[in-house]
């Protein structure tokens, strides 16, 4: 496990010379899940999604991964942005999301749920994890105006009254057009000490995860 500040399964893969504690901290955590290991993505804020059939890193960079292979375990790593995690039980069909700002805008979750469409998904469940909240996610008003251009539902004040950003309320309009049926699971990162936030630590914070394992016959 890794030392402090990073010492609550840090599971970033950015910092330097920590690649022995990432390694660690996957296995314990694919233990916990009981699986060989998670397939990852090299997040790049896009709109970019990859179907996957084994785990390991997925060349190259994405922020969406989707599976219809059993026991192909998947992971998204956030700070302050959105983990979101979709399964359609019925078949099997499982996918991760990374949405931030960026993702938002450029249509990651919708482009998701399209994927596993194709594949043969109908009755998608989704279910948003801890984020930065629209309370602190300050950004400049062009920013916010900007992204609310294209997600309407994101626009929001800080509890100062600063322009900001909800994350989760785009992301739920985004799924709920997209006819999922949406769990909000989420905390604010930044307000949660028990929770990695690149806005509240910068350097020091580290990276949680998103997961999602479809087991044939466990409905998991």
């Known amino acids: 496990m890794s030392a402090f500040p990073f010492d609550s399964l840090d599971l970033s893969r950015s910092r330097q010379d920590r690649d022995e504690e990432l390694t660690a901290n996957l296995e314990l955590v694919a ?3 009981d699986v060989a290991g998670f397939a990852s993505m090299r997040q790049a804020h896009g709109a970019d999604v990859r179907v996957v059939d084994r785990a390991g890193p997925v060349p190259g960079t994405c922020d969406g991964l989707v599976t219809a292979a059993p026991d192909v375990a998947l992971m998204v ?5 959105a983990p979101v995690v979709l399964a359609d039980v019925a078949t099997g069909i499982v996918a991760v999301a990374h949405a931030g700002r960026q993702g938002l805008a450029a249509g990651v979750v919708p482009a998701t749920v399209e994927t596993m469409r194709a594949l043969g998904a109908s009755s998608i469940d989704a279910w948003v ?3 930065v909240c629209g309370g602190c996610y300050e950004v400049p ?8 251009a294209s997600v309407p539902a994101s626009y929001a004040c800080t509890t100062w009254g600063a322009p900001s950003l909800d994350i ?3 992301v739920e309009a985004q799924l709920e057009g997209a006819g999922c049926t949406v769990h909000d699971r989420s905390r604010c990162t930044l307000e949660s000490p028990d929770l990695y936030s690149y806005r509240r630590d910068g350097d020091r914070s580290g990276r949680s995860a998103g997961l999602v394992v479809w087991r044939p016959g466990n409905d998991e």
């Open 31 to 33: 233990s916990g899940f």
């Open 141 to 148: 008003a062009s920013l916010r105006d900007d992204v609310a």
């Open 129 to 131: 994890g801890p984020h």
């Open 77 to 81: 790593r956030v700070g302050d942005c």
């Open 168 to 170: 989760a309320a785009g």
